[in-house]
């Protein structure tokens, strides 16, 4: 779906340094996620915002911080990178409204701290 | 919080078998049940939902069913295909509160020839 997009879309940095993942959306929805993937550990969910000033934790947002600077974007940032944030993150989109609970993914940024 | 448990981690099926994949949810207040799919190095997709007023749901070859007594839904995939092989997620949601998905760990379905 090109309307969620994330850069980069491959990441490699290294422990302790700081770096930022972006996610815009062309939908016009108000609802974004940040979603990390890892193999048996399915998709977990690390903040969620609803509106532009709105910013919520999820179930691992230790590590991680959010900034919703538009309706239309999102971004995620890892203030010292470790080896364990190693993985796959989604941002997803969902719209306020008849169809709420769909949510549409971006590609997805694949990050390896060494 | 919502608990979701997904089995098995890891299914194989010749074509033209039938697959299904189960979860249990903790939250009794959980009441819509979507199923994502994804597909090797893509991103995750809706393929079907199911609420908790509705006991069945069915769209061409794949069908969800909901117990809500035993807090299990399911994934019955039919007359499986090759590009049905792909990782499935279910999750679970409470409308009611925050539009919220909890996902489950994933399957791993691989349909072979």
């Known amino acids: 779906d090109a309307d969620v997009t994330q850069t980069p879309r491959n990441r490699i940095t290294k422990t302790g340094k700081r770096i930022m993942l972006e996610c815009s959306q062309t939908k016009g929805h108000d609802r974004m996620y940040w979603y990390r993937q890892d193999p048996g550990l399915g998709l977990r969910l690390i903040y969620y915002s609803f509106d532009v000033k709105d910013i919520n934790k999820g179930e691992i947002s230790d590590g991680y911080s959010v900034s919703r600077q538009a309706q239309a974007k999102f971004s995620l940032s890892l203030e010292s990178a470790i080896p364990n944030q190693t993985a796959l993150y989604f941002c997803?989109?969902?719209?306020?409204?008849?169809?709420?609970?769909?949510?549409?993914f971006g590609p997805g940024t694949r990050l390896l701290v060494l | 919080g919502e608990n979701v448990e997904q089995h098995p981690s890891t299914l194989s099926v010749q074509e033209g078998d039938s697959a299904v994949i189960k979860c249990t949810y903790s939250?009794?207040?959980?009441?819509?049940f979507p199923w994502y799919k994804q597909e090797l190095g893509k991103r995750p997709q809706l393929i079907i939902d199911i609420r908790s007023n509705v006991g069945e749901k069915k769209d061409q070859r794949i069908a969800v069913t909901l117990n809500k007594t035993a807090k299990h839904f399911s994934l019955h995939i039919t007359e499986t295909q090759p590009e049905d092989s792909a990782v499935y997620f279910c999750a679970a949601a409470n409308t009611g509160t925050a539009s919220k998905l909890t996902f489950g760990t994933g399957t791993r379905l691989q349909v072979t020839l």
């Open positions: 997803a989109t969902s719209d306020l409204g008849r169809d709420q609970e769909t949510q549409y």
């Open positions: 939250d009794s207040a959980s009441n819509y």
